[in-house]
């Protein structure tokens, strides 16, 4: 079974902070995900990154691929409530279906 | 639709019940997913479909559960003789190909609540 751990959990801070939040497996993925999702929504993805090493940018929002595509780090700077959600990593095992993360619950505070 | 639609929002039924969970994906994706998320929980696959047949039903977690695709759109997800373990929020998503290495991705639901009491 391919599992996909996120650190932390839970993440309470204060308007304009940075964080990081980590996703790590095991496994090698083909892509990652990151989605974000709201209490009775559904996931909505924020960027998809393909190639080991790659870095991509979304506003404040910073996500790398691990070099051997295990694993994934979301960098958020200067944080908003705005922010504040569950965030979940996911890899693409190459079979069309997605293994997602334990999930990382944000809360940024005015 | 613009989105993809689930119905119903929630969902609270007796054990032993039958139930069917119901999902229209965006028009024109070929793609649809279940998945199942536990309360504090990441989504789990269920099953996947490519046009109207189940390409991987690998997560399906017994023969309780089913799902269908007659026509290629609208999917259905049947679950009988409901146990209380079964209570989850059931999120369908569907792609345009299936190809999840583009920022196309999944569009998801925003799911059914299943309660079983």
């Known amino acids: 079974t391919q599992l996909l751990e996120q650190s932390p959990q839970f993440l309470s801070i204060q308007e304009g902070e940075n964080l990081t939040v980590y996703c790590n497996s095991s496994?090698?993925?083909?892509?990652l995900q990151w989605y974000r999702q709201e209490p009775g929504e559904g996931p909505v993805l924020l960027v998809t990154?393909?190639?080991?090493?790659e870095v991509k940018k979304l506003k404040r929002l910073t996500f790398q691929f691990g070099d051997a595509r295990k694993d994934s780090s979301l960098h958020i700077t200067a944080a908003q409530p705005g922010d504040t959600g569950l965030y979940l990593c996911?890899?693409?095992?190459?079979?069309?279906?997605?293994?997602f993360g334990t999930g990382t619950r944000l809360l940024v505070s005015p | 639709g613009a989105g993809v639609s689930q119905t119903p929002s929630n969902k609270v039924t007796e054990k032993g019940k039958y139930v069917e969970l119901r999902c229209d994906p965006i028009?024109?994706?070929?793609?649809l997913y279940w998945y199942r998320q536990s309360l504090g929980q990441g989504p789990e696959f269920l099953i996947y479909?490519?046009?109207?047949?189940?390409?991987?039903d690998s997560g399906l977690p017994n023969d309780r559960f089913f799902a269908v695709r007659p026509e290629g759109s609208v999917s259905t997800l049947k679950i009988q003789r409901t146990e209380r373990g079964d209570s989850a929020v059931y999120l369908c998503?569907?792609?345009?190909?299936?190809?999840?290495?583009?920022?196309?991705?999944?569009?998801f639901g925003s799911g059914t609540r299943l309660t079983v009491v």
């Open positions: 998503a569907s792609s345009l190909h299936g190809d999840t290495s583009t920022n196309y991705g999944y569009t």
């Open positions: 496994s090698v993925f083909s892509s």
């Open positions: 990154v393909v190639t080991g090493g």
């Open positions: 996911a890899g693409n095992t190459g079979f069309q279906k997605l293994v």
């Open positions: 028009s024109g994706h070929t793609a």
């Open positions: 479909f490519q046009g109207t047949g189940a390409a991987d």
